[in-house]
């Protein structure tokens, strides 16, 4: 059978992390012992008491279709989480769980972005907000994300990106690939433009946990902006449940309706165990003591993560306030990024991403995630020193 692709193929993307991991995969079969820096997941396993939540769970016979938007009492305690992250009324009717927050972009998208309208998403950014825009057709305008502005939107720029047909404006607080968040006064200033200019804003803070410096700032949270605001959160990074595929989004009632039929028309709901054992994860003190745990752990190994990699001449890392990513300028190297990632995967079996592949504004960066341990850490940033041409430059 020869298949006629629909158009919208051609222009839908990929996350280079899948792809570099199933590379990695490759070489490692063959022997190779690859250290994993491309990974976008936790490396950590999920909290027991959540586990056993999840097991009860299905032992209580939590293995039938939900509601489409979730369990009454998951959502409920979903909209007291967001209430008590955020400090905004949310209540269960503003919740929509689904399988993996990926799909509230989706759903938000496919429910209010024509052909022909424009989205403006951080660039570089995750790669799924440009790669879905241009699948339903519409256009992904890039907000440069700057190393010289500490990796924080412009928000002036961002203004002067509105035109009539914007539609969307896609916010990623702690951000990936750059670590980077946002202050209260750029919060403050992004909800200024958004009701200067009547804009529906996707705030994705799958990363709020995890921030070393500084708090997180919702901006669902600043006031005024619950009404226009879709916040995308889940799971998956705070709790390290990045397999149980569970997320979700707090919204205007009108638009959650819609998305509740999307829902009913895609995977008609998230597993039911899984949403049961995100509530142990929202609403348990063991859970937030992990939380914290994963926390003060990431904080040691960005900070090992960042002086390797500033000891190697022509990387300049700075050091991220969220996520658990570092981007450093690899443009003193001399090297292209793409090549530089694939050199450093054939040559010395250090997996990491390229910037570019986040946008074109990531160009002369690469992306190294510290989802792994301090051992293979200090080990990573010596091969790339040595492939770079300097000596070992990890602490005997
Ligand atoms: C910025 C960002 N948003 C959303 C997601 C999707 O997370 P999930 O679908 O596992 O909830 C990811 C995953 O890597 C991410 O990095």
């Given amino acids: 059978m020869k298949f006629r692709w629909a158009d919208r193929m051609s222009r839908i993307g990929t996350e280079s992390a899948f792809e570099v991991l199933a590379?990695?995969?490759?070489?490692?079969?063959?022997?190779?012992?690859?250290?994993?820096?491309?990974?976008?997941?936790p490396d950590y396993a999920t909290p027991q008491n959540i586990i056993d939540a999840a097991t009860r769970a299905i032992n209580d016979g939590a293995t039938h279709y939900t509601p489409a938007s979730g369990i009454p009492a998951v959502r409920e305690a979903t909209a007291r989480y967001v209430r008590k992250r955020?400090?905004?009324?949310?209540?269960?009717?503003?919740?929509?769980?689904?399988?993996?927050s990926k799909n509230i972009l989706a759903f938000l998208l496919?429910?209010?972005?024509?052909?022909?309208?424009?989205?403006?998403?951080?660039?570089?950014?995750?790669?799924?907000?440009?790669?879905?825009?241009?699948?339903?057709?519409?256009?992904?305008?890039?907000?440069?994300?700057?190393?010289?502005n500490d990796f924080r939107l412009d928000v002036e720029e961002v203004r002067s990106l509105v035109t009539q047909r914007?539609?969307?404006?896609?916010?990623?607080?702690?951000?990936?690939?750059?670590g980077g968040i946002l202050t209260r006064e750029d919060c403050e200033s992004i909800a200024k433009l958004a009701a200067e200019r009547d804009l529906v804003v996707l705030s994705d803070e799958i990363y709020g946990r995890l921030t070393y410096d500084g708090e997180h700032v919702s901006l669902y949270g600043i006031d005024g902006m619950a009404e226009r605001t879709v916040l995308l959160d889940g799971v998956s990074k705070a709790w390290a449940m990045c397999g149980w595929r569970l997320g979700f989004g707090a919204m205007p009632v009108e638009l959650a309706r819609r998305m509740d039929t999307l829902m009913i028309n895609s995977?008609?709901?998230?597993?039911?165990?899984?949403?049961?054992?995100?509530?142990e994860a929202f609403e348990s003190e063991e859970s937030d003591a992990a939380v914290d745990a994963m926390v003060g752990e990431f904080r040691h190994r960005r900070d090992i993560l960042v002086d390797g990699l500033n000891r190697i001449p022509g990387i300049s890392c700075r050091r991220p306030a969220g996520a658990f990513y570092v981007f450093p300028d690899i443009t003193a190297t001399g090297w292209d990024e793409r090549e530089l990632q694939k050199a450093l995967l054939d040559e010395v079996g250090v997996a990491v991403l390229a910037g570019s592949t986040f946008g074109p504004h990531g160009a002369g960066h690469i992306r190294l995630s510290?989802?792994?341990?301090?051992?293979?850490?200090?080990?990573?940033?010596d091969r790339i020193a040595l492939h770079l041409g300097a000596g070992a430059v990890s602490p005997a």
Wanted: aromatic share 4%; glycine share 6%; hydrophobic share 45%.
């Fill in 23 to 41: 590379q990695a995969r490759e070489l490692e079969a063959e022997g190779r012992d690859i250290i994993h820096l491309e990974i976008g997941e």
């Fill in 86 to 100: 955020t400090g905004v009324n949310t209540a269960a009717e503003n919740i929509v769980v689904v399988p993996g």
């Fill in 110 to 148: 496919l429910a209010i972005v024509e052909p022909g309208d424009e989205v403006i998403v951080p660039d570089p950014g995750y790669p799924i907000y440009r790669s879905l825009v241009s699948f339903i057709g519409a256009t992904p305008v890039s907000a440069p994300i700057r190393q010289s």
């Fill in 166 to 178: 914007t539609k969307l404006l896609i916010v990623n607080t702690p951000a990936n690939p750059t």
């Fill in 267 to 279: 995977s008609s709901c998230a597993a039911a165990f899984t949403q049961l054992a995100a509530v």
């Fill in 370 to 381: 510290y989802a792994n341990s301090v051992a293979n850490l200090e080990r990573a940033v």
